[in-house]
């Protein structure tokens, strides 16, 4: 289980709205002073991630908690959104290549217009898988436990960064 801790910023429902800081790994590295990559993340700052998340244990806005999702989910929606339409693209351009030859077309063209077309086919291929697994338990992040109470004179993180 991949584990994020968040801010309950709304609630709708049976789904809670949370806030989380996006960590990055730089700051456990030993090189970390003299990689451009930190010191890329230091200029433009910290930044926010708003999820929505299943909440069964009933968490209230401004609470801390900790938000987690299944490895597996996290390793197929990464296999999907970044995989998939580069291989239809490769697949595509492979068979424009093929079709030129029999055809005695310009393999190159051919092979670039079908390689757009099959990338167009892996973004319609994307948008279908995700409204496939829009509503399905195991690819939604669940809050796993709660941290501490809200504080009434606090405000919640998405009114402090407005």
Not at 15 to 30: D, K, L, M, T
Request: contains cysteine.
């Amino acid at each position: 289980m991949i584990e994020q801790t968040a801010v309950v910023v709304e609630l709708d429902g049976n789904f809670a709205w949370v806030q989380a800081e996006r960590e990055s790994s730089c700051g456990n590295c030993a090189v970390k002073s003299g990689c451009g990559t930190s010191v890329l993340s230091r200029v433009i700052g910290n930044k926010f991630t708003r999820m929505r998340v299943i909440n069964n244990l009933h968490a209230q806005v401004g609470e801390t908690v900790i938000v987690g999702l299944k490895e597996a989910a996290m390793l197929k929606g990464s296999v999907a959104i970044y995989l998939m339409p580069l291989l239809f693209m490769i697949l595509f351009s492979i068979t424009g290549k093929l079709i030129a030859g029999q055809m005695q077309l310009s393999a190159e063209m051919l092979s670039i217009v079908f390689g757009v077309v099959g990338l167009v086919v892996g973004g319609f291929w994307l948008r279908r898988f995700s409204r496939r697994i829009q509503n399905d338990d195991h690819y939604q992040p669940v809050i796993l436990k709660k941290g501490r109470e809200p504080v009434k004179h606090e405000l919640p993180v998405s009114q402090i960064s407005s």
